[in-house]
Structures are given as structure tokens and as C-alpha cells.
């Protein structure tokens, strides 16, 4: 079998980091080949060497046989190595077209020949199956749709090597499956394939053989038919994992947060959360279960006030909350794992030290007669950092955008967690990370709930739910349409729930709800 | 190459460089462009007049650079700081010649009343971004505009009529016969001290207290800090309040200082814009604004002494200090440059 392309003994060094040790990735034509690791592991690094962001410091490059030296991205362009960034790269206001053609334009007599462009585009479109519109706006079509229009443009510069960057990161499951498809398609028209994930998922679907790198390190290549989820991340991993989180039985003690007949709207005046009722006790996890999109957002924010309650009333071991200033509402004992880490968890040009005295900058120890002590700053995140594993460039210093996404999400779990709330809300707290942070994420919320804390926890993931929580609650479009217990219910029934068809009726006769 | 080497190397070769062009300039005019730099060496340090002036020209530098960087470092852009800074100057002409008062009283409440009129003039930007979103360079440019009319109109309430205000009374100025008989009789005043202990509070405000952090959480992220319970409205007004106080401040400068009074203005004084730049160089960081306000400071003054000396017109002066200063600004070039050179160096071995 031919290699098209072979990295060999490859090492790429910042500093004294050495991000890539003798890594070795050899991709035969045709294949999809996954690049496996967890966050910070060196995939990224690695990718950027062989697309000519990075000059490896060691190693050798060889595409179809012929030893290369890629010095910047053209010439990986003219090699025949496309990539689909994880981030898009798109012009928002501009169309598909203009948007492929982008750096490259036909020109006519001096002014760039659109017509002959989207013809391109649009037979590239036919023969691969992307339906894509080469008029249609950016900013107008969706995420899965922009991410095709990503794939156009590198085949569209004569790509037949693809590398995908977590092409799943912002996909509904729904166009996943498509994606899938799509890459299998590509294969068919004699394309090779690198995917880079952490998704074991994924790559158990579609790819034919995984390179599995761990800290820097290469660990090995397997056939994905000869493996298993369970061998994949103990390579990736570097220890057992354990998928399905032990845990004592539940003893739930009073009731903490307490929902009663709640309603918020959305920014437009929509009603996103109607007349929702829902009670967790101390010592309980509660799992929210639901699709995207059917008040879940609106929910945390207005238990948190972020959001004004439009009707309803919300109380906090008692006494209630209702349209109460963040801060108070955060005094009062409520720990929040915000949804959206980068929007709300995380001012991204602090340092790291100052993100983790977010929630107490202006309380003692931290800060007296509204001088702050950077020192006990510091000597606290430092602990955190420490506990909870975070790891970045410069410690408490390092700026935290520079962070992965993994060690951002630790920090403010670490930062949540630590001020012992009575009430823990974790929305999505493990979007985007590998198994062995999902791990203790869920080990970390489980503890929380055996010390005699209340969890809410809002998930998109149905592993998730069912592994983590002690009752389900699913919403559908803005109240709770039932709750059942994990251990007494199927991830099928869970779905069709999730779709808003309420067990009993499903039952008598399918009839739908309202 | 050592990163220390490319530290030092940097502002050396950007000095140079700024100098160099700045000479053929001054030489395709048909000028000699040593007698030039000669002229301008001497406006700045010739005698301890003209280190006198120097210092007092630097003064109200440094204020409009730290009202520019520290909307800056709050997520504002501060462009009205030419108005807040007249109204500061107006405010503290009139304090200081409508009241009689011990100095102990006068001196302060002259500066406070520049502080408070620049921070209330930075106010209503500051309240329509929070309220309405208004962006602030809109509100703050036009403002600039409007200072110099009101300004003007009150000047003229404030003399009688006349084209400027009285002089301040003694007890609320900041001449000192001991710092004009130590460099010549210039009008060197003690503002500098004042200046100073302004970069000293805003680098305390910042990077010390909880005001401050809160003040650089909302200018960097809103929807994190309303997360973590600030309110984020009272932040961006109070960062442009504050800004503007910076600015008032450098008004007061010239209104018991250099001027001891004010005139009517035909145009915008240029401190405030200038200050857009010092802020820069000083890369928004109170002690590099106080850098940049330096190094502004005695290139200006240094250029007055062009023309009288070498009979270099005052157009060329401008163009060769602002090429100097643009040389300085555009480090980053040259840095890149030098690595680039080191690598390819390297990679030769």
C-alpha cells in the first residue's frame, strides 16, 4: 500500500516545551485516518507542521514518496493538502463563492469572474453531495452548511489530501451524521483523510485506521476494526477510564431549589421557559435532559439573574431568589458552570489567577477596604490549578485565552466548586473535552452531591445524563414534560421524551402534546 | 539573537531610523540636517531654561496620555479628551480667580473643580454608551466641538467680555519662584509633581484595587462580568468619569501653570489628541504613558527651536518629529525584522 503522506520521528519544540517527541503518522491513500489525543496532547501542533504553520525541529515530511519541506501553508496548498479548520475562516458578508474564491480569484480582463467561480463551485458541490448554494450568504446558511462550504474551498484549490481539525466541535448530531457521509464520499472519489478528534465515537464510525498521541508523545497507530472505544482512550488516556462513573446510592435531605410555575422570555419577548415546576434537594443530582433550544438557556440564566423572571417564583433553601441581582443570588449559596464558557465563565485577557477570583475578588481574604491582595490571589488559584489539574504555560500568569479549552473549563469548575455552593449549576460542563477530563468533571459533580450538595445539571448528551444524574428531567419546549429516574428508563425512551412525546399518551395512542 | 539584545536593539535601531529619514527630509528640502538636529538637541537641554520648558511642556502630556490609556485599559476609546481637558483648564481658571482663599484650600479645590468639570464632560458619553449604546467616539468627538464654543462663550461671561480670564490669585497657582530662579525664570511649575502622582494612582487603581479590576473585567468582557455580579453600566460610566478627570486634570495644568489663566480658543489645543499617541507609545501602561509623554513632550518643545536656529520652517519641523515619533510607534516592524534576520542567520549556521 502507498503512503501519500508520512510523517516520520517529527519533534516541534516551543521554549523548553516540546509539544511533538518523534511522532510518526503515515496515511495511506484513500483511508480516513484519525489523530487521537486529548486536549493538549499536540494533534493541533502536529497538523500545523505538516500544513506549514510550524518548522518541526527534527524529522522528516514525505508526500507521495517525495521528501518535502513545507515552509508555509501555499506550498502544503500546492502539495495537495487541504484543511478544514476547527474555526471557520469565513468572510460573513460574503457569498459561498466569493468566499472560496477568496485569495485566489479568477480574473477576467482585471474584475474577478464570479460566474465561471460558482459553476466550479457548484459542480464540486453536485459531485461530493455537499448541496451547497454558490450564491447563497454566509451569515445566512448554518453552521454544518459553513462547514461544507470549508471542504469546497480546499477541493476547489485541487486538495486530495483533507485534514479535519474537530470538524465535530459545533455540529447538531443530526449533521454529523452527515458529515460522516460526506468524508466516506470523499474517500469514494479517491480523497485520504486526516481527522483529528477526541470524539472515540467518531472515530469507531468512520475511520479505517488511529494514530494516537499522548502528552507530545506518539504512542501508536491501530486499525480501528482491530480496536475498541475502551483500548483508545486507555492509549489516549494512559490509564483505565472508566466510562460509566461509579457512585454510591443518592440520600437526598431537604429540598434547596425549589421552581414553581416559572416563565422568562427570551431577548426577542418569545417565552422560552412556560410555567415550569421543578425541585432539587440537597444530595441529589438533577439532570436536565433536553434538545438544544428548548428554554434551557433561558432557565439557568434566570435562576442565576442573568435574566428577568417574567412570572413565577424560585427559592434557594427557602427564601427566594426571584429577579435578585447575580451577585446576591451567587451570595446566597449558588455555584454556576456557566454554558458558555468563553462568553460568560472567563474574561479570556486575564491571567489565570484573576479568572479564579472572578466570583471573589472583593471579599475577604482576597481584598480588604477595596485594596486586592494579588498575593492571596495567586496563592489560591494556585491550589486550584494544583487541584484540579489545570495546566497551562505560565501558572497563575499565563493568559487564559492561551489556555486549551479542557484546562479553561477545569479553572472554572475548580473556581465554582471550591466556594462549596449549596446549589451546583453545571450547563454543558463537558462540551468539547476528552474522556479523561469528562471523567473527573463527573467525578468532581458527584462528590459534590455526596458532601450533601444539591446539582443541576443541564446536558445536551444523553451519555451524560443518564451516567451522571439521579433523576431526569427532560424539558421540552420550555416546561418539564416528565421525570424519570435513570436506572428505570432507556436512552429511546429519553428521546422521544426529548422530541415531546409524553410516555403516557405514547402509550394510549400516540396522541400529541397540547 | 538574545531576547535582551532585540529589548535593547529595538528602540536604538527605531530611534535611528526615525532620525535618519527624518535627515533626508530635512536635506531634499535644502536644509542641513545637522544644523537641525543640532537646533533641536538645544531646544530640549541647552540651559536650564530649556530644560525648564521641557519639563513643563511634558506636563499636561502626561495627563492627556493617561486619560487616553485608561479608557484604553477599561475597553473605552476616549477621543474627547481635547474637551475634557478645556473645561478642566476653564474650570480651574475661574476657581482660581473668582474665590480668595488659603493655599492650602485654593490649590486643591482649583485642581479638584478641573478634575470634576473634565470628569463630567466625560460623563455624558460615558452615560449615553452605558443607557443608550451610543458609541462613545461619536459623542466624545463632537464634544470636543462643543467645549471649545462653551468655552468660549463662558470666557467671555466670566471677563466681562473680554478675550481671556483674569490671572489666578497667587494662593491658587503652581508657578514657585524657587523652580523658575533654579532653571532661568521658565515657566516651570510644580504640576509635574502632580503628574507624577497621577501615574503613581492610576498604576495603584488598575493593577491594585477591586475598582480597578472590576473596571478592566468590564471593558474586556461585559457578559463575564455581569456573570460575576458587577454592574457593569456603573463601570463604564464611572472608567470615562475617570478618564475625563485625568484629562481635567491636564487642563488645570495650563490654567495654574503655564498659562495661569485661559484665552479664548480659535481651535482645539492638540494636548488631548496628542495624547491618543502618548498612550500608545506608552503602550497604555501608566509608567510607558509617562515614557511616550517624555519623549512627546521634548520633541515638541525641542522643534520650537528649529526654525529660529537653522531656519527650518515649522511644517518640516512637524513632519521630521512626527517621523521620529512614527519610527518609535512602529517597534513592532523592526522587532519582526530582527527576528527574522536572526532566524535566517541561524538556520545559514
Not at chain 1, 468524508?183 to 472515540?200: A, D, N, P, Q, V
Not at chain 1, 469548575?413 to 450547563?427: T, W
Not at chain 1, 435513570?486 to 429519553?494: D, M
Not at chain 2, 466681562?160 to 523658575?180: C, I, M, N, Q
Request: proline fraction near 3%.
Amino acid at each position: 500500500m502507498e503512503y501519500v503522506i508520512e510523517m516520520l520521528g517529527i519533534r516541534k519544540q516551543f521554549g523548553d516545551f516540546v509539544a511533538n517527541d518523534n511522532i510518526t503518522l503515515q496515511l495511506k491513500k484513500g483511508e480516513i485516518h484519525a489523530l487521537l489525543g486529548e486536549n493538549g496532547a499536540g494533534k493541533s501542533t502536529l497538523m500545523n507542521v505538516l500544513f506549514g504553520l510550524y518548522q518541526p525541529e527534527a524529522g522528516t515530511i514525505r508526500v507521495r514518496g517525495k521528501e518535502v519541506k513545507i515552509t508555509d501553508p501555499n506550498v502544503a496548498n500546492k502539495l495537495g493538502i487541504g484543511m478544514v479548520h476547527q474555526h471557520f475562516m469565513l468572510v460573513e458578508n460574503f457569498t459561498v463563492t466569493e468566499n472560496i474564491i477568496l485569495g485566489s480569484e479568477p480574473t477576467k480582463m482585471g474584475t474577478i469572474n464570479i460566474k465561471d467561480a460558482a459553476k466550479k463551485v457548484q459542480a464540486l458541490s453536485e459531485k461530493y453531495n455537499l448541496n451547497v448554494d454558490p450564491y447563497a450568504k454566509i451569515e445566512d446558511i448554518s453552521v454544518g452548511m459553513q462547514q461544507r462550504v470549508e471542504i469546497l474551498k480546499t477541493l476547489y484549490r485541487g486538495a486530495d489530501i483533507l485534514i479535519f481539525d474537530e470538524p465535530t466541535a459545533s455540529l447538531t448530531p443530526q449533521e454529523i451524521t452527515e458529515l460522516m457521509q460526506i468524508m466516506k464520499r470523499l474517500i469514494e472519489e479517491g480523497k485520504s483523510i486526516i481527522l483529528i478528534t477526541h470524539k472515540l465515537k467518531e472515530i469507531m464510525e468512520v475511520s479505517d485506521r488511529v494514530t494516537v498521541i499522548r502528552k507530545g508523545q506518539g504512542i501508536g497507530t491501530v486499525v480501528t476494526a482491530e480496536s475498541s472505544p475502551t483500548q483508545l482512550a486507555e492509549l489516549m488516556v494512559g490509564r483505565q477510564v472508566v466510562f460509566k462513573t461509579e457512585k454510591i446510592a443518592p440520600n437526598p435531605k431537604e429540598i434547596v431549589l425549589q421552581i414553581d410555575s416559572l416563565t422568562v422570555a427570551d431577548n426577542r419577548g418569545v417565552d422560552k421557559v412556560k410555567n415550569l415546576n421543578l425541585t432539587v434537594r440537597a444530595g441529589e443530582i438533577v439532570g436536565i435532559a433536553g434538545i438544544d433550544g428548548n428554554g434551557q438557556s433561558e432557565l439557568i440564566e434566570a435562576i442565576t439573574g442573568l435574566r428577568k423572571v417574567k412570572n413565577g417564583k424560585i427559592t434557594l433553601n427557602g427564601k427566594e431568589i426571584t429577579n435578585l441581582k447575580p451577585r446576591k443570588i451567587t451570595e446566597s449559596g449558588v455555584g454556576h458552570i456557566p454554558q458558555d464558557r468563553h462568553k460568560h465563565g472567563l474574561v479570556l485577557d486575564f491571567p489565570l489567577g484573576h479568572n479564579i477570583a472572578l466570583q471573589t475578588y472583593y471579599k475577604q481574604p482576597i481584598s480588604k477596604n477595596g485594596v486586592i491582595n494579588y498575593k492571596k490571589v495567586n496563592e489560591i488559584a494556585r491550589n486550584i490549578i494544583e487541584q484540579y489539574d489545570v495546566r497551562s504555560g505560565e501558572g497563575v500568569m499565563s493568559i487564559t485565552r492561551s489556555l486549551s479549552g479542557g484546562n479553561q473549563q477545569k479553572a472554572i469548575i475548580g473556581r465554582e466548586v471550591e466556594r462549596n455552593p449549596d446549589l451546583l449549576i453545571a450547563a454543558l460542563p463537558t462540551r468539547g473535552l476528552d474522556v479523561g477530563a469528562i471523567e473527573f468533571i463527573h467525578r468532581r459533580l458527584i462528590e459534590q452531591r455526596d458532601n450533601g450538595k444539591a446539582v443541576l445539571l443541564i446536558s445536551f448528551e444523553l451519555d451524560e445524563v443518564m451516567n451522571v444524574s439521579d433523576e431526569i428531567a427532560v424539558i421540552y419546549d420550555g416546561y418539564i414534560i416528565d421525570t424519570v429516574k435513570p436506572q428505570e428508563t432507556t436512552e429511546n425512551e429519553l428521546g422521544l421524551l426529548m422530541a415531546g412525546q409524553s410516555l403516557q399518551e405514547n402509550t394510549k395512542e400516540g396522541g400529541q402534546h397540547e | 539573537m538574545s531576547k535582551r539584545a532585540v529589548n535593547i536593539l529595538v528602540p536604538l535601531i527605531s530611534i535611528i531610523l526615525g532620525l535618519v529619514i527624518g535627515a533626508i527630509v530635512m536635506a531634499v528640502s535644502g536644509f542641513n540636517p545637522i544644523d537641525g538636529y543640532v537646533a533641536l538637541w538645544n531646544g530640549i537641554f541647552m540651559d536650564s531654561y530649556t530644560m525648564g520648558e521641557t519639563i513643563r511642556q511634558i506636563t499636561p502630556y502626561i495627563f492627556s496620555g493617561l486619560a487616553v490609556a485608561f479608557a484604553f485599559r477599561t475597553g473605552l476609546f476616549n477621543i474627547g479628551v481635547e474637551g475634557q481637558l478645556i473645561m478642566g483648564w476653564l474650570a480651574a481658571a475661574w476657581v482660581g480667580q473668582a474665590f480668595e482663599l488659603p493655599k492650602i484650600i485654593h490649590l486643591p479645590l482649583a485642581l479638584l473643580a478641573a478634575a470634576a468639570a473634565g470628569a463630567l464632560w466625560a460623563f455624558i458619553p460615558g452615560f449615553l454608551k452605558a443607557k443608550l449604546q451610543v458609541h462613545e467616539v461619536i459623542v466624545t468627538i463632537m464634544l470636543n466641538y462643543t467645549a471649545i464654543h462653551v468655552a468660549n462663550a463662558l470666557i467671555g461671561v466670566i471677563s466681562g467680555g473680554g478675550e481671556r480670564t483674569d490671572k489666578v490669585h497667587e494662593s491658587a497657582s503652581l508657578r514657585a519662584h524657587y523652580l523658575e530662579a533654579m532653571t532661568d525664570y521658565s515657566r516651570l511649575h510644580w504640576g509635574i509633581l502632580v503628574a507624577l502622582l497621577a501615574v503613581v494612582f492610576m498604576w495603584f487603581l488598575l493593577e491594585r484595587t477591586t475598582l480597578g479590576y472590576e473596571l478592566k473585567a468590564v471593558g474586556f468582557n461585559k457578559n463575564a462580568s455581569e456573570y460575576a455580579g458587577m454592574n457593569v453600566k456603573k463601570n463604564i460610566i464611572l472608567a470615562m468619569v475617570i478618564s475625563g478627570a485625568f484629562a481635567g486634570l491636564g487642563g488645570a495644568m495650563e490654567a495654574l501653570g503655564t498659562f495661569e489663566n485661559i484665552s479664548k480658543l480659535h481651535a482645539a489645543t492638540g494636548i488631548g489628541f496628542d495624547g491618543i499617541a502618548v498612550a500608545l507609545l506608552g503602550a497604555n501602561q501608566p509608567f510607558g504613558v509617562l515614557l511616550g509623554a517624555i519623549l512627546f513632550g521634548a520633541l515638541k518643545n525641542g522643534g520650537l527651536n528649529m526654525p529660529s536656529e537653522a531656519g527650518i520652517p515649522t511644517e518640516i519641523v512637524s513632519i521630521v518629529i512626527a517621523l521620529i515619533i512614527f519610527f518609535i510607534a512602529s517597534g513592532y516592524i523592526i522587532r519582526v525584522a530582527l527576528e527574522r534576520f536572526g532566524k535566517k542567520r541561524k538556520e545559514e549556521k
